[in-house]
Structures are given as structure tokens and as C-alpha cells.
């Protein structure tokens, strides 16, 4: 959880960072009613004008783009695409706004009840791009 606040460690799993970002990003809590807004659109897309917003909709594009096929057995295996991992998302609870970022490449979604090392390291290597919602850093720290 700790190398989620160094720039260093971000950067070097591959994230595209804005220029001057301060890490994680904790936002406000109007994410979790993300899927309830009745603005029109899709909810992709206010996911991605969300992403744009913040200036991290790059990473998604590196994810989208990093696609390719897997060296080794796996192909034959079912496994024939690898997709790096881009942005993770941490709410305090379940509300549908899973189903906004479920399309976009890498994205992940779960509650700070959920979270987990797998999640915050992929493959084992710390530093994974990380957007809290301000509830569920008030509930992560409450379970600490």
C-alpha cells in the first residue's frame, strides 16, 4: 500500500503520470454514485471523461495498446492475449460503479474491503495506480 504513494515505484511498472501528480489520487466521493447519475451517456463514457479529467486516461491507452499475444504454452492453453494491468479503483462499497470501468482495458475495480495484495502488486511488483474514493480511504483506515 505504501509504494501505491511513490512516484518512483508508479513509474516504473510502466504508469503514465501527469506532470505534477500527487499519489494516490483520492477523489471525492461522488465516484460512488457514478452508476446512479442520470446525466445521459453511457456510463463508459463518463468513465473515461472522469479519467480524462483527472489526466491519467494515458495509462488506459497504454493498457489498450500493450495488448499482445503471450510467449509460451499458454496460447494453446486458452490464454493467447496478455493485458497489462492500467488504473484500480478502491470504493467503500459495491454500487454498480464496477460496470462504468469493466470495458476499459486493465481497469479494475473493488472495495476497500476487498483489497488485497494481488491487487495492489500484480505479478509481484509494487506500485500499481491507485484512485480512492475519500469513504473508502476513511474505511481502510478504520479497519486498520
Known amino acids: 500500500l505504501a509504494a501505491t504513494s511513490q512516484e518512483s515505484y508508479v513509474t516504473a511498472r510502466g504508469h503514465k503520470l501527469p506532470k505534477k501528480a500527487t499519489l494516490p489520487y483520492v477523489i471525492e466521493d461522488k465516484i460512488e454514485t457514478l452508476a446512479k447519475d442520470n446525466e445521459g451517456g453511457s456510463l463508459t463514457k463518463r468513465a473515461v471523461s472522469l479519467l480524462d479529467s483527472l489526466g491519467i486516461l494515458d495509462d488506459v491507452k497504454r493498457a489498450r495498446d500493450g495488448k499482445g499475444i ?15 494491468k492500467s488504473i484500480l479503483f478502491v470504493l467503500s462499497e459495491e454500487n454498480n460503479t464496477e460496470n462504468a470501468f469493466r470495458n476499459l482495458s486493465g481497469v479494475d475495480v473493488t472495495t476497500s474491503k476487498n483489497l488485497n495484495t494481488e491487487l495492489l502488486a500484480p505479478g509481484g511488483d509494487p506500485g500499481r495506480l491507485v484512485v480512492f474514493s475519500k469513504s473508502a480511504v476513511s474505511a481502510l483506515g478504520d479497519r486498520l
Open 70 to 84: 503471450r510467449a509460451g504454452k499458454g496460447k494453446s492453453r486458452g490464454r493467447k492475449y496478455r493485458t497489462p
